[in-house]
Structure formats: C-alpha cells, structure tokens
C-alpha cells in the first residue's frame, strides 16, 4: 500500500476510535479502544521495537521468502502444511498462512511453536488471537506435545481447565507450594509469598511472560504492557484468526515482535462492526473501514502466503460444496469419507412472511421465524433418536433474535443422545460439530446479511457429518449463492408428519 | 509526637526487583542463588532486575564473587531509619490519611526533605524516585 493510502487508512482509524471512545462509557471497552489508540500513534512514529517487520507489513517485499530446512516434524502434517511451516520458520520477517475450515491451522501452530522451542530452547513467542478461545486452543494443543515449554496464558477469562494451570495465578501458586517444600529457611519463604502476594500492578503477568517460551494472549492484552528495550522483544509472534481482527488489533502484536505469522481465511468473516459503530464510520468523510479490510488485501499482495490445501473436517459431499463455492477447487477433502444425504434442506411453506415488523427495545427489527424454530424442534427429535450417544449438534442462525428464539422454544430435557449448542454464525466460526442445523430465518427481504459470501462459508464449513438447512426454496432461489447450495442438497419439504428420513 | 522513618522501593519497580531487593536486605547476597530460588522467572528476566537496582544504586554488585549488596546510601538510609526517632507535630488532617499508625509518602519535595534529615549535607537526590517513605507513629521504647 503506498505511503498515502496508510496513512489515510490509519486516519480514519484514529478518527472512528476517538469518535467511538466518545460515545462509550463500559471502563473496559473504553481501555481497549485507548489501547488501539495508543498503538496507532506508535505506528505513525515507528516506535516499534522491530521497524523492519511493520515496513514488510505496510510494504510487502516482492520476494518469496526462502524457506528453511526443517528437519523431522514433530506432528503429522501433509505437504500444504509442511511448505507453511518451513515458509514460516524462512528468512521472511512476515509470513501469511490461509488456513481454510478444518485445514488444520492450529497443528500448523503448534508444530511452528515446536520447531522454534527445538532451535532455541529460550526462544519467546507471542502467541495472539482476536478471542480467547482461539488462544486457549492453541495453548491446549502445544501443552499437549511438550510438557518442558514454559508457557504462560494470560487473563483467561473464559476459565478454560484445560489452560487454567498456565494462567499467573496457578503458576504462583505451584511456585510457593515448591517454595514451602523445598526452601528451609521461613524467613525467605516469606519475603518471597508477601512480595509476589502483594504486587499491585500487571508486573508480575509481565515477568512471566518474558519468562515463558509461549506467552498466550489476545491482541488487545499485549496494549496493556510496556514492552520498552529489544531485551524485552519477542522473537515471533503468531496471531490467529488474523482476518477476524481489526487492524489496530493486529498491529498491537507486531509492535512486540521480531517476526510476525498471520494465520487467517480472507474467505471467512471479517470483524463485525455493531450498529453505533457503522454509524460512526459512515458519518466520517470518504472512510472506508466498512468496506476495506487491510489484512485482506495483504493475504492478496504478499508473495509470502501459504494456502492450507486440504480439509480434515468435512464429510466429502459438504467439503465439495465448500470448495467449489468458495476456494475455486482449491481444497481438497482429507477425510475421504462418503455417505448419501449428508446436506439435506429443508423447504416449508411458511405461514406467513418473516421477519414481523417487530422491533426490539433499540427499535431494531427483530428478525426470527416461528415455523423454523418448529422445524428445528422437529428435526433435534427425529435426530435424537437416530442418533449415535454424545453426537454434538450445532443450531445456527445469521440473526440474533432466531437464537434466542430457539433457545426459548428448543425442548432439550427429552434428549438422550445430542448435545446442542445454539449460536449466530458468526459467535460460532472457529468452531465445529457432527451435524449442524442452518435457521436461514428470512422468507421476504435482502438477502445482504444473509446471503453474504463469508458468513455463508463459516455458516456451512462448520458440520462433520451432516449439514441440514432450513429455509424457504421460494424465497432463497432469487440468491444465486442460496440457490447453487439448494442445487446441493436433497430437497425434503416440512409437513406436520415430517421424519428426517421422508422424501 | 514521636515517630519512625521507613521505606520501600517506589512503584517504579515491578514485583521481581522488589522480590531480589528483599531478599537481599534478608542476607542472601548470591545471584546464583537468588536465580536459582527464583526459577520461576528466567534468568534474563532475573537479571535484567538485578540490572535496574544496581544501575538505580539501590544494589551493588560484585561482580568477582558474583554477589550483591546494598549499596552504601542505601544502607545508610536503613541505619539511620532504625536508629533515630523524631518528634513531629502531625496535622489533624493528615491522621485521616494513616493506616495502621502509618502515613506513606510518596511527593517527590516531601521525600527529599525526609533524605535530608536523614542524612544531612549527603546528596541523595537520586534516590528520591526509586524510594517511597513511610512514617510510623512510635519511637524509642516502642518496640
């Protein structure tokens, strides 16, 4: 991007933060956005501790990057993910890695994490995602194949217990419990426990993140840290979900870092700007945050972008249709695994046009569909009982208001066999189940939101084995991406003596 | 009234400086021995605090034997803490700020003149931002 086209871009940042910073009043989401501000101003001064890797960043070198010689792997990996490894381990100070649905990028991680711990056992990486989920995964994942990498999982908020042993607190509390068994003198073992016991400020967090070979946190947590002396720099860090993050979120990171990793799909949703937020953005004069999301056209741009070619998730009739509607017939299935039916929709004649014209208390319209949530109930039933003990199903709909409808309406207490998750598209991306069912919700309107690429994708990569989709064929055929899906699937159409396996 | 001077190090030092401090001001002297029981934190981490208390003179280092120590104004200030009380007229309206018979201080002017009773015609204006005093209601046949 030339230097004009930045710095504008980054002005229209600054100006929609400062605007937005106005209008909140929540203490932690006004740190947040003080946070990105302050990264922002850091940018535009080059006071990174590595100004090389934010010019790559800005100005991605024409040159592929050389990539290293490897070794043994430690994890089973196929080719796609081997070249993204050895691009990552290269000589490039920036690497990119599009990791499509269920192609494996957290194996790619954590190999990554292996083989730098392996060429330098006081290595330091920065292991970074927009969300804590994606972070406690990845810690998960690594803790798994290492047990004598240090590892530090700040601020856990999720509780997560399978990385609750990596959080500040846990370590001090296995710290002073060796203390008291191993120190003789009491004396000391008590200046140290009053000393770390009664720190009052984030320098402990930070001591054990320059302390650790893997510090995991989100993007915006790395703001809340003076990183000052390049004693302090970590030597890569790797951000997950990258094209979920906004820009000021990815560059908080990379101020810290000696090498950046951006693992993410551009094909995927991109972050998720609320109302007041859009309103904010389009008040401002020719800004294009809406609309323009840097981290894609760097995925476009750099000659340092691996493609993870080959998806383990999906059942092969569902990874096709993946494939050919959104990677050009660029993925290929993993899993080599057929069965008949596994997308199935479901048409109805509905009883009457949805959305209602019902607003909700921010005079927003809300949008649900009454005959979908009866069909959902329908279809769990029918599934429960054909179904193997334990499969996990996900109910998903693009509209807030259709979850919390079948929240409400869903008969759970019954079920023997299924655990259901209900969700928007868009709080499930990054997550997976046997068999998901698709709430399309609307009958009449735009199918702007509905119907966009990106949500479309994440809404039907997310089953294993079974994708059902509910919606009306009369309105969805007037989408050309909604009809090519429908052209996919076996047809059942809803009656009130429906079964899941009636034609 | 009679009261005590004390200090701590100031908030410019994080929990690991503080750490390594004590347990100096407690007698252990080797930073082998200091890294070791503090295995917690890396040996960088470790010594870039053993870096900052000797670069801030609040620690020596001898580098031959690979010990530390207090440095000299630093002890000074301790010897003189433990061994002078001074009457003080307290202000009502400072009572309301002690906790535990103890008002901290913090204000750069109010520090130096405390440094300047304590050792007066010694110039430790260095000190004053790596320090925070404390005064203690209490003096001799207190304790």
New interface residues.
Partial sequence: MNSEMWAEHMAHWKQFLIERLSSINDIGERVKIERQLKVIEQVKYAAVLNPKLLIEFINPSDTPSIEADCGDFFLTLNESQQKAVKSALGDCCLSLIQGPPGTGKTQVIAEICLQLYRQNP?VRILVCSETHIAVNNLITRISEHNEDI?IVRIRDKEQNSEVDEYSPES??RT?IEW?REN?KID??VD??TN??SN?Q?I??E???A???NIVGMTCNRVGAYAFYSS?EMFDVAIIDEACKATLPEILMPLTVAKKAILVGDPKQLPPVFCSEEIEIIRSIDNCNLLNFMYIDELFLRSKNVTFLNKQYRMIDQIGDLINRLFYSGKLINGRNEEAEDSIIWIDYVPTQTWPLNEMDIEGKQKIYNLNECEIINKVIMNLDTESRNGTSVAIISPYKHQVLMSRKLLQTESLRNLYINIDSVDGFQGKECDVVIFSLTRTVGSFRFLADERRLNVALSRARDKLIIIGNLDYTVRNSLLKAVSAASKIQLYDEQFSLMAE | MKIKFDFTLSQRFGVVERTVFELVLRGMTSANQITSIMWVFSDEVIASAFQKLVNLQILCADLETQTLALSEPVQALIEKCWENSFDLEMQDNLNHLMLDDRLIIDDPKTKAVIIAQLLPGVKLGFLINSLDFCISVGGEGDE
Avoid: E
Wanted: glycine content about 0%; aromatic content about 8%.
């Fill in positions: 006081n240090r370590i001090m710290y203390l120190c004396d000391i200046v140290i000393t770390i720190y400020d320098s402990l930070k001591a054990l320059l302390s650790a004693n």
